[in-house]
């Protein structure tokens, strides 16, 4: 009995709020409704966004929508084959207010003019290599069988209507290009030079401007052909929807002659000037770790949202962060004081950027629809070209499927993960990439090591009975979306290093190891992110017989927001970390951006676990008092197991009876210090396989401090001796 009160204790002390933070009510149940909020509406978006597409005419997985004229009017293009499918007039896009608009594509907000719904380039094969910025204008960049193509479209409004126009340069090719400007047409003639087409029962009249090129009005469609050349060519063609008579005549007279698209591929004039200082809180914890809190500028002029899903740096110790709602932000003065900490918006316009990750100074960022380098070229503060690194992932059109977390192996090949094509690498040129191990539901955490150890971590519910951390193996299987037994899966999915019940973690971040020489005793540790429960965990991992297992213990901290990403500062040596809030989570913050910095104090943090053939050895990063650290009544074991199947969870099920629902107590026979003075191994009455072990402690440290938490962890083989794993 003493020893099931002493789990209890300690259970209700795990994740206690030591850093003086507020999260949301832990004994309230989230809801729906917690997650209505429509600000993303009154965002300044930039003069693009990133997203899946939804038109009258089909939905694109990787849209871009382009803001026109101060506003007045918009276009939609399809990424995957460089075609404008649709143009519109009025508000640019609309934003669900569930779940912050993050779960949703945006709408088109304004009244569509006209749309393509067929590839503008027929069957030739398309690659789209980048969109350059310069102020508001944007110029597209694709190469189209063997031709590289600058494409820029702008919009005139005017008393006398909306026109809306497109420039292309067409660099030199060998083979004719077919380029489609219309389809659907169910009228077609002929004025004045002008093609005029009905599409929709709107009139559509059309001017092409070229030399060496022709139009075509084919039976339902109309087409400009481009001959090969061995020169560049320039072609422009205006929409003048609804218009005719003197207001057409009006329209054309004003629109302007092509532009050179080369001048706007050059770096144009900054579009958010402004840096916005914040203030910081540093911690003032007592122990081995304090917690500082970096201010995040929530209000800001562009009413962006500061949803931080993504974070690293710069050599010089600028930190770039990433948001869910597509921002890159800079991070300057992350300096010991903290005192001077600033603000500025980079980048604006990516799909639900969720990782972020810099090379050589080079800053890559992970989106639903591809990973982009932003270069700045001009050095003023702003990224002027997005260039495409690799855009071969499957952009799934829906809302509950983010492709999430950006990490880098010893070779240089990247990493992320989703739910549809599980964790996917890219090789270091980004020009190929596969996926290697599949079956995780609803996947926001992954971690690759200096060792080159790659983790991920599903989300709980169907066929995922719990929380856990998956060393991944090339070709593994993870279990969503039902078993698949072979000879070598018994199971039906291959098992996770370790499980996590919710005390320990409800909803997974990522992975971090410690590379940092400012770190003490845990430098060459994994940590893991609770984005549920806004918590730092310290994993412990062994390997028997090529098998890895292991078990994670809860640092004493509450941070503002469900933390994803951590990195370690090249500059202060210390760990950044970001997160955000959406559902199931105690974040009380949309974003945050935090400092654990370690003070060198006392830590007591147990740092190794392994198991033996009569029980488990901890490792603690501190010596210990031999007579509480030797008392078997101040530790308490139970076990259980987790049923998998195609229900939300599971319950606990007794490990001497699986129809059982309930967890065990093992009864601890000894314990015994070891001479190094830091390493108790407890005795345990019987060691097996088991899903879930619960180890709980109260001892002291050697100088006194206490040590009460609880280690929860997996094993999968018990050594047959007391050899040890690695």
Sequence with gaps: MLRIMLALVISSLIGLPLCGQVPMDPGKTWKEADSIDDRWNETDLGPFL????????????????????????????????????????????????????????????????????????????VRYLGTYQHGTRVVLSYQ??????????????????????????????????????????????????????????????????????????????????????????????????????????????????????????????????????????????????????????????????????????????????????????????????????????????????MGLRIIKDRLYVLGKDQITILHDRDGNGEADYYENFNSAGQTSIGGHDFAACLETDPDGNFYYIRAHEGVVRVSADGTSSRSIATGFRNPVGLGVGPNGVITATPQEGTWTPASCIIEIQEGGYYGFGGPQKTEARPLGYDPPLCWMPRLQDNS????????????????????????????????????????????????????????????????????????????????????????????????????????????VRIRFTDRLDKASASDPDNYAVDWWNYRYSKEYGSKDYKVSDSRQPGREEVYVEDVRLLPDGHTVELILEEIRPVMQMEISFAIKSATGQSIKNSIFNTIHKVPESNSRGR
């Design 144 to 353: 189209v069988a063997d031709a590289t193509i600058l494409e820029s479209p702008t919009a005139q409004q005017t008393d006398d209507g909306t026109v809306i126009s497109r420039t292309l340069q067409v660099g030199p090719h060998k083979t004719p290009l077919h380029w489609r400007l219309l389809d659907k047409v169910s009228k077609l003639s002929s004025s004045d030079g002008l093609l005029i087409a009905t599409q929709g029962g709107i009139q559509i009249p059309l001017s092409i401007s070229g030399a060496g090129m022709s139009s075509a009005a084919m039976a339902d469609a109309i087409e400009v052909e481009l001959p090969a050349s061995s020169s560049q060519q320039v072609v422009k063609v205006s929409y003048y929807p609804g218009s005719s008579g003197d207001k057409l005549a009006g329209l054309r007279a004003a629109t302007p002659a092509a532009e050179d698209l080369a001048l706007l591929t050059k770096p144009g004039p900054a579009l958010w000037p402004q840096e916005i200082a914040t203030s910081s809180q540093l911690g003032t914890e007592e122990g081995p770790f304090q917690v500082d809190t970096i201010g995040v500028p929530f209000e800001n002029p562009f009413g962006a949202l500061m949803f931080l899903a993504g974070h690293d740096f710069f050599s010089d110790g600028t930190l770039a962060a990433c948001t869910m709602h597509g921002d890159v932000w800079l991070v300057t003065g992350l300096d010991d004081k903290l005192d001077n900490v600033r603000w500025r918006r980079f980048a604006t316009g990516l799909h639900q950027s």
């Design 508 to 615: 997974s971040g990522g992975q971090i190891w410690v590379t940092s020489d400012k770190w003490g005793p845990l430098k060459g540790q994994m940590l893991h992110l609770s984005y549920g429960q806004c918590a730092l965990l310290v994993v412990m991992r062994e390997v028997i017989d090529e098998r890895s297992q292991g078990g994670t213990f809860k640092l004493p901290y509450l941070f503002k927001s469900g933390v994803m990403r951590g990195r370690f500062s090249p500059t202060d040596g210390q760990l950044y970390l970001t997160g955000l809030r959406g559902w199931q989570t105690l974040a009380a913050d949309d974003g945050c951006l935090e400092r654990l910095r370690y003070t060198g104090q006392e830590s007591n943090i147990p740092q190794q676990l392994n198991v033996t053939p009569t029980g």
């Design 50 to 125: 990133a997203s899946v597409l939804r038109t009258p005419a089909g939905v694109y997985p990787k849209g871009l929508s382009i803001h026109l004229d101060k506003g007045s009017a918009a276009v939609g293009y399809n990424l995957q084959n460089g075609s404008l499918q649709v143009a519109w007039s009025g508000d640019f896009l609309s934003f669900s207010d569930r779940r912050y608009g993050i779960t949703s594509a945006p709408s088109i907000a304004g009244t569509v003019l006209f749309q393509c719904s067929t590839p503008a380039w027929g069957k030739a094969p």
